[in-house]
């Protein structure tokens, strides 16, 4: 899962068709050739928060890191302008999203207020210092951490991220063993039904990942149960839209 490398191979014609991501400064030169297209990936990209690890445990410093990413710039600059913004797990045109759903927006001001207030006022003045893991290779993923580095850094020179890229194996291994306090990673969906992109994130993989308490997964567990049993497309969408509301309230990812 390495940039370069899916490049390289490109340029050598010893690749035809490639799943994942180019060097994002390389695109506007490559789309200036005859044999290079984009196809668009139904996946997502997103910031894993350890729930079980501080900052983390405070939904204040969640909110916080939702509002503190400038997302059209990563849309822009990064994706080349061909992304697009979701407000919860399920992705555009499908059932269960929500087009007037809640989404967090970038906000430095909203972030700072957020950031106060958690864990009794304490961060302006102690800060904080956490890791972002992302997996080597991945100039995405790594670029996302360093918009996130450079705009909490702007708002108090005490909010202090770490970036560090690991092999992919070492870092599947410690997603996993939810050893990371934030990560940046992605999703491509698998069959195209909601519930291959609600499982995954509010009761699954990326949830026991980012530690995200058995209580707090329970209630999206039982909806997610009643959605997939519904044979009512009204009844079941109506059940993603609740499930996405307690998503944004409890501010599990970013």
């Keep these: ?3 370069n490398t899916r490049l390289n191979m490109y340029l050598n014609g010893e690749a035809d068709w490639m799943r994942g991501g180019m060097p994002p400064d390389q695109l506007p030169t490559l ?5 290079f297209q984009i196809i668009p ?5 997103y910031f894993a928060m350890n729930q079980t690890k501080a ?5 204040n410093v969640r909110k916080a890191m939702a509002t ?3 997302y059209d710039t990563f849309i822009s600059e990064v994706q080349n302008g061909k992304g697009v913004r979701l407000n919860g797990p399920i992705i555009r045109d499908m059932l269960g999203y929500n087009e007037d759903g809640p989404q967090y927006e970038y906000n430095a001001d909203e972030c700072a207020a957020y950031l106060e207030a958690a864990w009794d006022g304490q961060l302006p003045e102690t800060g904080f210092r956490f890791q972002v893991a992302y997996n080597t290779g991945n100039n995405t993923r790594q670029t996302a951490a360093e918009i996130l580095q450079a705009e909490l850094s702007g708002i108090n020179p005490n909010y202090v991220v770490e970036i560090i890229g690991l092999p992919w194996p ?3 291994a410690a997603f996993q063993a939810s050893q990371l306090p934030m990560s940046v990673g992605g999703w491509l969906q698998d069959i195209p039904d909601p519930h291959n992109w609600v499982q995954p994130f509010m009761w699954g993989y990326y949830a026991d990942g980012m530690n995200v308490p058995d209580e707090m997964q329970q ?3 039982e909806m997610g149960t009643a959605a997939i049993a519904a044979t009512d497309p009204a009844e079941r ?3 993603y839209f609740e499930m996405q509301q307690m998503y944004y309230d409890t501010a599990m990812q970013a």
């Design 68 to 70: 503190c990413f400038d």
């Design 31 to 35: 789309m200036q050739r005859d044999d």
């Design 219 to 221: 209630p999206f567990l």
């Design 55 to 59: 900052p983390f445990d405070d939904p």
């Design 1 to 3: 899962d390495d940039d």
């Design 41 to 45: 990936a139904l996946g997502t990209y």
């Design 237 to 239: 969408e109506q059940i």
């Design 170 to 172: 070492s870092y599947l």
